[in-house]
Every structure is written in structure tokens, then in C-alpha cells.
Nanobody, 117 residues
């Protein structure tokens, strides 16, 4: 089992920055890859960024503005969000995947990010 807890959300003006954190506990050493997803009101949950031991990947809508990183020693993952736009407003979820038979997926409870003037 893996437990994920997000923090760092809040209200920010357009053009501002926020840093989200995700703390992993439990069998965190078995995690193969992690990611950030978001869900805006009335919309489906969408991928924001993924990170493995060797690569990162971003949604086109956040490329050049968001940076995902991971500190394995601290069992932490981060999402640095710069140049925030109103359309970035959503609940952001931390995700972890342990590949195996079966593959197991874990989610955090989410943290609200609101971009508004």
C-alpha cells in the first residue's frame, strides 16, 4: 500500500506561481512512476505531468510553465507551477503506480488550485 498526501494548493493571481508537494508513505520504494493530474469543475481528470527514474512528460497546456520533480530520499514529489492561468484552476491529484501483476495505482485526496484576480 502507498499513501499519498498533497499540499501547497491555494489562491493565486494570474501570472503567479505555486509549488505543490506530494508526500508518499508505505511501500513508496516500490513506486515505478508518479504523476500529477487535475480535474476542473465539469471536466474529466487529465494528466498534467509524469515522472519516472529516466524521463518526464508534460501535457501540452503546461509545457514550459510547470516542472515536475521527485526527491526519492524524502519520498516527495513536487510540481512547480509558474505563469499560472485561470484555466489552470482545478483540483490537483498526486498519482503513484507500482507496475506488477497486478499493477496498482494510488491517488491522493487532492489539493485545490484557484487562479483568479
Amino acid at each position: 500500500q502507498v499513501q499519498l498526501v498533497e499540499s501547497g494548493g491555494g489562491l493565486v493571481q494570474p501570472g503567479g506561481s505555486l509549488r505543490l508537494s506530494c508526500a508518499a508513505s508505505g511501500s513508496s520504494s516500490s513506486i515505478n512512476h508518479m504523476g500529477w493530474y487535475r480535474q476542473a469543475p465539469g471536466k474529466e481528470r487529465e494528466l498534467v505531468a509524469l515522472i519516472t527514474s529516466s524521463w518526464t512528460n508534460y501535457a501540452d497546456s503546461v509545457k514550459g510553465r510547470f516542472t515536475i520533480s521527485r526527491d526519492n530520499a524524502k519520498n516527495m514529489m513536487y510540481l512547480q507551477m509558474n505563469s499560472l492561468k485561470p484555466e489552470d484552476t482545478a483540483v490537483y491529484y498526486c498519482n503513484a503506480v507500482i507496475v506488477g501483476l497486478p499493477t496498482r495505482t494510488y491517488w491522493g485526496q487532492g489539493t485545490q488550485v484557484t487562479v483568479s484576480s
